[in-house]
């Protein structure tokens, strides 16, 4: 077996946190997407609740987060991503997992975040968390410990729970595609936190291959479940089926990427994405960086939109689940351009 080169480290371009004018809302101008079909507010409310009201029975975050929990719209977001879900039980799930995701992610891995993540150690946490959905099998002692242990943490407690009523309405392949989806997750948040400890800058095509690990894919893994049909395991694993998946999970990665560049800049100017990473192998300013980065959104938002067309045409299934694809891809845009609470675009235009 051959030993691969060893790649030094890249400089990062210039701190340029406090230089970049930021302004409110909309689409970044040049960005490939799709409309998205308008949000129903009452049924994004009525998802709110519900979620409030699980969040509030599991004790999973102090009444200071209320605002933080407002503030990032999860029933709209997941109305939004869900335009055609089944039924509002299915919806509210979506908004679990969701909610359950983003609390791991905050608390074990954000260290700006101030709720206790560290990127030092973070394998420890994660494998935790991949247990509260992929469950401890051993002596009836040791899975009384090992249960008494998830349920003494909030954010275990959360995918625990989201992942058991995600569990009561999906098919046994679907809820098993979801826990290998996660486990794909946690692989890139540790790569992530390996990168950013030892301040290693990676190649642009490095960074992308971590971000289909570390990117919104377990939510794109449930998409036929939530709106109340399987695509089966076996077409599911087929190699042409899996690009559309990833394609469509990348695109929608690098978009978060790019409306949270202000706010990551601001709270952790060293914060790896795709504006960052370009801006430092290519040796450019942050604003042609950005704009590279909108060119290569486009170009993977057009490969998945054109080999989902073809797919499509070869099955009524295939084409109903490119649908729900795109269905997510564009509602998630939606929701990144139009929740000013969370985001502001650079002003470079």
């Known amino acids: 077996m051959s030993t691969p080169t060893s790649v030094p480290s890249l400089p990062g371009p210039p701190n340029l946190a406090r230089t970049v004018r930021t302004r409110r809302g909309g689409a970044i101008p040049g960005l490939k997407y799709r409309q998205a079909a308008p949000a129903d507010p009452e049924k994004a409310a009525e998802i709110d609740r519900r979620l409030q009201a699980w969040a509030r029975g599991l004790e999973l975050f102090p009444a200071a987060w209320?605002?933080?929990?407002?503030?990032?719209q999860f029933g709209r977001a997941v109305v939004l991503q869900h335009p055609r879900a089944a039924d509002l039980d299915r919806l509210t799930v979506a908004g679990q997992l969701l909610l359950a995701e983003n609390l791991v992610d905050s608390c074990y891995c954000e260290?700006?975040?101030?709720?206790?993540?560290?990127?030092?150690?973070?394998?420890?946490?994660?494998?935790?968390?991949?247990?509260?959905?992929?469950?401890?099998?051993?002596?009836?002692?040791?899975?009384?410990?090992?249960?008494?242990?998830?349920?003494?943490?909030?954010?275990?407690r959360s995918y625990h729970w989201a992942m058991k009523d995600f569990a009561a309405f999906a098919t046994p392949s679907q809820s098993d595609r979801f826990v290998h989806d996660i486990a794909r997750l946690h692989l890139g948040y540790l790569a992530?936190?390996?990168?950013?400890?030892?301040?290693?800058?990676?190649?642009?095509?490095?960074?992308?291959?971590?971000?289909?690990?570390?990117?919104?894919?377990?939510?794109?893994?449930?998409?036929?479940?939530?709106?109340?049909?399987?695509?089966?395991?076996?077409?599911?694993?087929?190699?042409?089926?899996?690009?559309?998946?990833?394609?469509?999970?990348?695109a929608?990665?690098?978009?978060?990427?790019?409306y949270s560049f202000t706010k990551e800049l601001a709270s952790d100017p060293d914060h790896l994405n795709l504006p960052q990473v370009v801006a430092a192998n290519e040796r450019c300013g942050l604003k042609a960086a950005y704009l590279r980065a909108v060119d290569i959104h486009n170009e993977i938002m057009t490969a998945f939109e054109d080999e989902s067309a073809v797919l499509s045409a070869t099955s009524p299934l295939v084409e109903r689940y490119a649908r729900s694809l795109s269905d997510w891809v564009a509602g998630n845009h939606e929701w990144h351009a139009t929740n000013t609470h969370r985001y502001h675009l650079p002003d470079y235009w």
């Not at 990127?119 to 420890?124: C, K």
């Not at 509260?132 to 899975?143: C, K, N």
């Not at 992530?192 to 971000?211: F, G, I, Q, S």
């Open 252 to 258: 929608t990665t690098i978009v978060n990427d790019l």
């Open 111 to 156: 260290e700006d975040e101030g709720r206790g993540g560290a990127r030092r150690g973070l394998g420890g946490p994660l494998i935790l968390a991949q247990s509260a959905i992929d469950p401890y099998h051993g002596t009836p002692a040791l899975e009384a410990e090992w249960r008494e242990g998830v349920q003494a943490d909030g954010p275990l």
């Open 192 to 250: 992530e936190a390996a990168w950013m400890e030892t301040r290693h800058v990676p190649r642009v095509w490095e960074y992308l291959v971590m971000r289909q690990f570390n990117n919104f894919r377990p939510c794109l893994s449930i998409v036929d479940a939530v709106d109340g049909y399987e695509l089966p395991e076996a077409v599911y694993a087929r190699p042409e089926i899996q690009r559309i998946t990833a394609l469509a999970c990348n």
């Open 66 to 72: 209320k605002g933080d929990f407002s503030g990032f």
